[in-house]
Each structure stands twice: as structure tokens, then as C-alpha cells.
DNA sequence: TGCAACCAGTTGCAAAACACAAGCAGTTAG
DNA sequence: CTAACTGCTTGTGTTTTGCAACTGGTTGCA
């Protein structure tokens, strides 16, 4: 990690920190997904990221301050990987690939529904679900009113892998 | 370019197109810097990006029909390249990332300017750039009202430049 | 007509990043 | 007591990237 940064753009700096082909889907497993320790991140994943650069990439995003780890305390062995405020917040700009991605590239069925749901849902939605996740990744109270945005988008990919 | 996917899900799609450190900030220079040619894309870019990248990333995003390429009539050698609508649709993945990267980010002053008043204008701000991107690289007819935001983006950019 | 500057790339090579498989020390459940 | 699981690390080969020089052609100007 040498941090001789190209230039000072506000997009250029973005993607010096997530614009690797893993960062973004290691935070998505964690948004979407509710992955929080390393064998769930390497195991769980559509994609099948190798050990060695799961690892790199969590210390690259602890450095960046997007995600925490604490101990688990009922193993321990296991770390419980966090996300912070401010990994919490990248949440628009995966809503925004994923609503691109659906509209434009051969997306499979299972995996689409979630990105229609969030896209349709736009950004109300997505405040909503940055909510539930601070609540779950940052302990944040919240007051519920009725089904969660993340149980929401289970269900209904759920349904649409029974279906097929 | 072997094009096995290594999953469906949009967003790693996305990112399997546009998830490089260069396509994007091709992209944004494209958008914001209105540079059309190779030699504007190789030397009037903050970041430096080496002419074997560029020509890579080129084809690369041509194949994806994020950008097309015509002869430029005025010189034989030149070529013109545009976004096509799908590449000027990756504008609100710019925008959020520009968004976040001011408010985590150690941006430059300069830079940054930019990406406050596009993050300040919202979605509808760049529904308004987007139609005047599709009227650029598109030849689409736009109802002009005021000064386009373009316009504004670079006058901000500008006059931070002449203050510093 | 000739020459310097400009055009879009290409080529060769070293360095860095990545992918794959195996391994490791410690922990836990049975 | 042991098999399975934990978060990683190590080693090795492949792919991608970065840098510099170079190519074949075009253009503007004298």
C-alpha cells in the first residue's frame, strides 16, 4: 500500500480505495448478504474470491476506515467484520452499478430481483435500508415499521429461486 | 478477453465491465472534461494513464457499447469517440462516487467543487447533464433553459482556480 | 516540396497484482 | 481424543499493469 494518490478527483480518490474488482462485492456480501466473518465472506460468495486476497482486501478496508473488526465473543478464533458509517454509506453507489447492471448487462434472474426492487424502490429505499444497516453493523436503534428492506429483498429473491 | 463471468448478480457485472482503476475515470473525462480524442484522453488527465491502458481500455469499453468511435472528418488520423446511452447512464454511479469520495476523501479544493455542486444538485441535476451529454455525443436536440450544467460545473471549477 | 510537429496507437520488458492450492497454529464440538 | 472448523499465511505460476521507446501515417507551414 504505497498512498502516492494519481490526483486529488474526488471519483479518482473513490476508486483508489474501492475501485478493485473485490472491495465493492466483499461490502456488498456484507450489505446484502449479512456476511460477517472471513470464512462466510470466502465461502459464501457467488464469485469465489481466493483466502490471500480476501484477507488483503479486509486489511485495506480497515485501513480505510469502511469496515471494523472486533473478536467474536463466542469464538474465539472468530473475528466480526463491521461495517462503519462511511462503508454504510457506499450503499448508493452499489444501488446505482446494480440498477446499470440490471438494465444493461445479461443478469441472471435469481440475483436481478433484488436490483429491481432496490432501483424501483430508489433512493427512499435505499435510506431505509442504510438504517437497517446501521442498526445491525452500528447498533443504532430503529424504529420499525414493518417488514425490513433487507428481509424485503430476501424474500423476494427467495421466492424467485423456489420458482425456478 | 475471455468473458467468463464469474457470477450474474448486476453489480459484479457492473463491475467486470467498469471495475478497473482507468474505465471510469476515461468515462468521467469524457463527461466532465469533454474529451473526445485519444491524445485529450492520454495527456489532459490528472491521473497520467500510460497510452497502452488507454488503448486497451478503449476497446474494452467500445466492445461493452459504453463508447463508439467515428473518423473525425477534419483529420484523417483522429478519431472521435462518444458515449453512447448506456455509457451516459453510468453518470449517477459517477455522481454518487464523487459524492462519497467528497465527504470521506482528502479531495482537492479544486476538484472538489465540482462534485459538491453535483452532489448539491441531486438526481434531477444530473437528469439535466445527462440530456445535455445525450445532445453532445448523441446529436439529440435539447430545449435549452439557462446555462447548462456543464457550463455551470466548469465556471464553479474555474473560479476556484483563478482564486487559488 | 520538404520537414517538424502531431496523430492513434503498438511493442518490449520489468514490476505488481492476482489466482490456486496447500499448509498452519489454535479452537471447538462430539 | 480427534475430526472438523477458525482466520489467516505461504509458495508458485499466470495475468495485468506501468513505463518508455517506437511505428507508420497525416498535417501545417515554409
Chains 1, 2 share one sequence.
Not at 8 to 34: A, H, Q
Not at 92 to 111: N, T
Amino acid at each position: 500500500m504505497t498512498d502516492d494518490q494519481r490526483s486529488g478527483c474526488p471519483i479518482n480518490l473513490t476508486l483508489e480505495v474501492v475501485g478493485d474488482k473485490w472491495s465493492l462485492l466483499i461490502i456488498r456480501d456484507m450489505m446484502f448478504g449479512n456476511r460477517r466473518h472471513f470464512r462466510e465472506l470466502l465461502t459464501k460468495s457467488d464469485e469465489g474470491i481466493s483466502s490471500n486476497i480476501l484477507a488483503d482486501r479486509l486489511k485495506t478496508l480497515l485501513d480505510a476506515d469502511i469496515i471494523t473488526r472486533e473478536d467474536d465473543p463466542s469464538h474465539k478464533q472468530k473475528g466480526i467484520y463491521s461495517l462503519t458509517e462511511q462503508g454504510i454509506e457506499l450503499l448508493p453507489i452499489l444501488a446505482q452499478m446494480a440498477a446499470w447492471g440490471y438494465k444493461y448487462l445479461p443478469v441472471s434472474e435469481e440475483l436481478g430481483i433484488r436490483a429491481r426492487l432496490l432501483s424501483e424502490g430508489g433512493p427512499k429505499m435505499w435510506a431505509e435500508f442504510m438504517d437497517e444497516l446501521r442498526e445491525t453493523h452500528l447498533g443504532h436503534v430503529r424504529r420499525k415499521k414493518g417488514p425490513s428492506v433487507g428481509e424485503r429483498l430476501q424474500a423476494a429473491y427467495e421466492s424467485v429461486v423456489k420458482r425456478a
